[in-house]
């Protein structure tokens, strides 16, 4: 096989384009996903009835089934479940309305949460329980205690498996293509099919990819600096 290096960069530049896409399903899902996961972790840190074990049962379901299922379940499933409300309340709204990045949004976002609850859960008992103890005896409510104290320092004992989360959520985001949106994945297969030359346009997606993880890693190595230099009372 014989590699073409000039279809490598032109396929590079051309995929450049949907970078902004794969970025914005990454970022969705993500934040989307810890807003989830930490409303799940909080519930079943402190074992609200009923809630706890709907957030046990949802953690258990999504980490026990591929990605791609709850992308297609969505995508399936949301469709006759609108319709289904529009034509019970008489609303005008069709699902076919909906854009197709709208399904990755809400599927990768479920997905996100119920892994981002085990990141989350396992960095708020990874504080200490003195630490909110203290906040009630200065006159602290739980809110307050929780918000001011417990989280910045589960955050900081969190950020390299939420870093992890991230960059699995940014790798995941190419099954976007099954539902026809056009990522990076899915335009370096256009690009590929007008002189099959697959692999030198699947090298060049490869390439962002490992560029994109990389920003992550470092911009998740800065967080981690400026984190420990507030521990030690040192000023950013």
């Known amino acids: ?3 073409d290096p000039s279809f490598i960069w032109l396929a590079f530049v051309q995929l450049l384009a949907v970078i902004p896409t794969t970025l914005m399903i990454t970022a969705v899902s993500v934040t989307a996903g810890f807003v989830i996961g930490l409303a799940a972790a909080i519930v079943r840190i402190y074992n609200i009835p009923l809630l706890s074990q709907l957030a046990s ?9 591929p990605m791609l299922t709850h992308l297609l379940l969505i995508y399936f ?3 006759v479940l609108v319709d289904a409300i529009c ?17 990755a949004f809400i599927s ?10 085990e990141v989350i859960r396992s960095g708020l008992l990874a504080v200490s329980r003195g630490q909110l103890e203290a906040a009630y005896s200065v006159g602290m409510t739980t ?9 910045p320092q589960a955050l ?3 950020l390299p498996n939420l ?7 940014l790798h995941g985001s190419t099954l976007a293509f099954t539902v026809s949106v056009v990522d990076i994945n899915a335009k370096a297969q256009i690009v590929a099919a007008t002189n099959w030359k697959f692999f030198e346009a699947y090298l060049a997606a490869a390439a962002i990819f490992w560029g994109l993880t990389f920003l992550i890693e470092k911009l998740t190595a800065l967080l981690e600096k400026r984190i420990n230099l507030y521990n030690r009372g040192g000023v950013a």
């Open 77 to 79: 499933s949301l469709p």
């Open 156 to 158: 900081a004992a969190s």
């Open 87 to 103: 034509a019970q309340f008489g609303w005008g709204f069709k699902s076919s309305s909906i854009p197709m990045i709208g399904f």
């Open 163 to 169: 870093s992890n989360s991230v960059i699995g959520m």
């Open 108 to 117: 990768f976002s479920i997905t996100a949460g119920a892994y981002m609850s």
């Open 1 to 3: 096989m014989k590699i």
């Open 143 to 151: 809110p307050q205690g929780l918000r001011r104290i417990v989280f």
């Open 57 to 65: 049962a949802y953690v258990t379901f999504i980490r026990g089934t």
